[in-house]
T-cell receptor, first 115, second 116 residues
Framework: AQSVAQPEDQVNVAEGNPLTVKCTYS??????LFWYVQYPNRGLQFLLK??????LVKGSYGFEAEFNKSQTSFHLKKPSALVSDSALYFC?????????????FGTGTLLAVQP | ETGVTQSPTHLIKTRGQQVTLRCSSQ?????VSWYQQALGQGPQFIFQ???????GRGNFPPRFSGLQFPNYSSELNVNALELDDSALYLC???????????????FGPGTRLTVT
C-alpha cells in the first residue's frame, strides 16, 4: 500500500532561521508527491509538487522541497522562516493503484515559528 | 484562494439525521473529490466524481453518497449520521487528464460538521 509518513508532530523554529518539515514515502514506482499547508479553520492550500525532473522543487511563499529517491524522502524547506509560516503542513502522495486522482495524506506537522 | 467554494461553512446535526454538503469546482476542472478530515488527522479520501459518475471510493460506508452535476459542482450526502462523522469535509477539484500530468488538487475551505 502506498503511504507517506510525517515523523514529527510539531516543529519549532525561530523567525529568520531555516526550517525543515520531514516527509518519507512508500510507493511502488515513481511517486507523485505534494505539500499542502492548512491555516486554522481553512482548507488546504497547494504549495508544491514533484512529478519528475529536478530533485529540488520550488513552490509558493518561498518554500522548496527536495526529492531524495534513495532515502524515499520529500522534505519541505525554507531558508528563512516567518511567523506567518506557522500552520499545519501535510505531505501527500498520489495513489496510482487505481483510476482516481486520489491523494493519500500524512498525519500533518504543526510548524510553530517564534518571533 | 482557489476558486473552489463550499457550503455551508458550519453545520450542527443530531445523530441519525441526514446532511447534504455542496461544492462548486474551480473553473475548467472536471473532477471533484471529497475528503473527511477528523480532528488532528490528515484528510481521508471519501470518493471522486468524474463526468457525473463515481470514479473511485475510499473506505467509507454506503451511507456516504454523492452527486456531480453537468456544471461539475458536487454534493456529498451522509445518511444516518453518527457521532464519529463529526469532521471537516473538504472538497477538491482537479483535471482528470491535465497537461504534463500535474494532478494537483485545489481545495475548498471545507464544511465543519458537528454531530451531537
Amino acid at each position: 500500500a502506498q503511504s507517506v509518513a510525517q515523523p514529527e508532530d510539531q516543529v519549532n523554529v525561530a523567525e529568520g532561521n531555516p526550517l525543515t518539515v520531514k516527509c518519507t514515502y512508500s510507493v511502488s514506482g515513481n511517486p507523485y508527491l505534494f505539500w499542502y499547508v492548512q491555516y486554522p479553520n481553512r482548507g488546504l492550500q497547494f504549495l508544491l509538487k514533484y512529478i519528475t525532473g529536478d530533485n529540488l522543487v520550488k513552490g509558493s511563499y518561498g518554500f522548496e522541497a527536495e526529492f531524495n529517491k534513495s532515502q524515499t524522502s520529500f522534505h519541505l524547506k525554507k531558508p528563512s522562516a516567518l511567523v506567518s509560516d506557522s500552520a499545519l503542513y501535510f505531505c501527500a502522495v498520489r495513489d496510482k493503484s487505481g483510476a482516481t486522482n486520489k491523494l493519500i495524506f500524512g498525519t500533518g506537522t504543526l510548524l510553530a515559528v517564534q518571533p | 484562494e482557489t476558486g473552489v467554494t463550499q457550503s455551508p461553512t458550519h453545520l450542527i446535526k443530531t445523530r441519525g439525521q441526514q446532511v447534504t454538503l455542496r461544492c462548486s469546482s474551480q473553473s475548467g476542472h472536471n473532477t471533484v473529490s471529497w475528503y473527511q478530515q477528523a480532528l488532528g488527522q490528515g484528510p481521508q479520501f471519501i470518493f471522486q466524481y468524474y463526468r457525473e459518475e463515481e470514479n473511485g471510493r475510499g473506505n467509507f460506508p454506503p451511507r456516504f453518497s454523492g452527486l456531480q452535476f453537468p456544471n461539475y459542482s458536487s454534493e456529498l450526502n451522509v445518511n444516518a449520521l453518527e457521532l464519529d462523522d463529526s469532521a471537516l469535509y473538504l472538497c477538491a477539484s482537479s483535471l482528470k487528464f491535465s497537461a504534463g500530468g500535474s494532478y494537483e488538487q485545489y481545495f475548498g475551505p471545507g464544511t465543519r460538521l458537528t454531530v451531537t
